[in-house]
Nanobody, 115 residues
Framework: QVQLVESGGGLVQPGGSLRLSCAASGRLLSIYAMGWYRQVPGKQRELVATVTSGGSTNYADSVKGRFAIFRDNNKNTVYLQMNSLKAEDTAVYYC?????????WGQGTQVTVSS
């Protein structure tokens, strides 16, 4: 099993920044992808960004140029730096590990962008 603990969510004004963190522990292999998804009530969970163990990244079009994902493999931690936040970025953000075709999820952290 893999456990994920997220932190860093909160309330921020439009145009502001937040950094989310997610620490993974448990039965981790040497190769696994990590990522961030988000979900608002009544909608499906959507991909925000992913990063492979080799550092390759992928972003949703809606966050390109504003968000950056990076990881520290020594700490098994993935980060999401969110800049120029908009009201539509408001959601519960979940981190995940994808390992041998199996997804593991964190508990989620609320991000609210509002003035």
């Amino acid at each position: 099993q893999v456990q994920l603990v997220e932190s860093g969510g909160g309330l921020v004004q439009p145009g502001g920044s937040l950094r989310l963190s997610c620490a993974a522990s448990g039965r981790l292999l040497s190769i696994y992808a990590m990522g961030w998804y988000r979900q608002v009530p009544g909608k499906q969970r959507e991909l925000v960004a992913t990063v492979t163990s080799g550092g390759s990244t992928n972003y949703a079009d809606s966050v390109k140029g504003r968000f950056a994902i990076f990881r520290d493999n020594n700490k098994n931690t993935v980060y999401l730096q969110m800049n120029s936040l908009k009201a539509e970025d408001t959601a519960v953000y979940y981190c995940d590990v994808l390992q041998r075709g199996v997804y593991y999820w964190g508990q989620g952290t609320q991000v609210t962008v509002s003035s």
